[in-house]
């Protein structure tokens, strides 16, 4: 994008649709009771995705972007919106 969006659901978290990607693939496993889909592909799903983005998309945003986007990095959230709260985890 030409611009940063920070709107929306970019507000929370800077992934906002693989997010939701990967809640239905929990939850369409949970549906039809696919354990191989549950623990096995969608954590491979989410790691290949989390690789991709820290090897490609984020190094080229911080790149075109400069301090807006790693200063939008530092306050939101990959994926899931108060996650780091709720593990205690520090950024």
């Not at 940063?4 to 649709?17: D, E, F, K, Q, S």
């Not at 790691?47 to 983005?53: P, S």
């Amino acid at each position: 994008p030409p611009k940063l969006v920070c709107t929306g659901p970019y507000a929370y978290t800077r992934n906002p649709m693989l997010t939701g990607i990967f809640f239905l693939m929990f939850g369409i496993g949970f549906w039809i009771g696919s354990f191989s889909l549950i623990l096995i592909f969608t954590p491979l799903f989410i790691l290949a995705n989390i690789l991709e983005l820290k090897k490609i998309e984020e190094p080229e945003l911080e790149k075109r972007l400069g301090k807006e986007y790693l200063e939008y990095k530092q306050r939101t959230p990959m994926f899931i919106p108060g996650l780091h709260k709720v593990l205690k985890v520090k950024r």
